[in-house]
């Protein structure tokens, strides 16, 4: 068990352009989360996954923004157009059958 | 929707030394989880402790207890015999405890605890 991994760590881009993340969840575990954290503040929930469905998206998820877990595995998270607003943490987080949720380290997003 | 509450942004406390951390959320769930956890400078987010609300007694890890009073709404952290290793930001997170297909966490906005030397 290598824990939930995200790459990449940090990431910088121009405003305007796409960005794309990757989660690597627990092997067994069965739900994903992506949450956003801002300097200071506690994580928010964008958007969750059961195997390969979406369940659930965030009204901060705008249009933007898209995640896939085309397999049930991996997931990605994907922000097109990007602002300066986008700029945070990224973080995701596994689970079994709703118990307790584990993160990766996040990637850091910097939009200049 | 589910609201926490972390009054505290930050606390200071002289290693061995106890500390509490105080978390009150809002909900009309009846069932449901609550958790702490731990951020460290830069590193990844590590669960602490967890308590299920139909459970009376209180959760204990280690050093690491809660005092949930459901009535009140009130879910604090008590760090015992604090170690400079307990330096991090503590996360106060409530989950619903449902069938449905809810369990994203609602986080604090965070206390940072510093254990001094």
């Known amino acids: 068990d290598t824990g939930v991994s995200q790459n990449p760590r940090h990431k910088i881009t121009k405003r305007g352009q796409n960005v794309t993340f990757r989660c690597d969840p627990i092997?067994?575990?069965?739900?994903l989360y992506w949450y956003r954290q801002t300097l200071g503040q506690g994580p928010e929930f964008l958007t969750y996954f059961q195997n390969e469905a979406q369940l659930e998206k965030s009204r901060l998820l705008s249009d933007r923004f898209s995640a896939e877990r085309p397999k049930g595995s991996f997931s990605t998270l994907e922000i097109q157009r990007t602002e300066q607003g986008d700029s945070a943490m990224y973080l995701c987080?596994?689970?079994?059958?709703?118990?307790?949720?584990?993160f990766g380290p996040g990637t850091r997003l910097t939009v200049t | 929707a589910q609201t926490v509450t972390q009054s505290q942004p930050e606390m200071s406390v002289q290693e061995a030394e106890t500390v509490t951390l105080s978390c009150t959320y809002d909900?009309?769930?009846?069932?449901?989880?609550l958790f702490w956890y731990k951020q460290p400078p830069s590193r990844q987010m590590i669960l602490v402790i967890r308590q299920e609300a139909y459970k009376q007694q209180n959760a204990t890890e280690n050093r690491f207890s809660v005092n949930f009073q459901k009535a009140a709404k009130s879910f604090s952290l008590k760090i015992s015999d604090s170690q400079l290793g307990d330096t991090a930001m503590y996360f106060c997170a409530f989950m619903k405890r449902s069938y449905s297909n809810d369990y994203k966490l609602s986080f604090g906005a965070g206390t940072t605890v510093t254990v001094r030397a």
């Open positions: 092997s067994e575990h069965n739900r």
């Open positions: 987080a596994s689970s079994f059958l709703g118990r307790e949720q584990y």
């Open positions: 909900t009309s769930e009846s069932n449901y989880y």
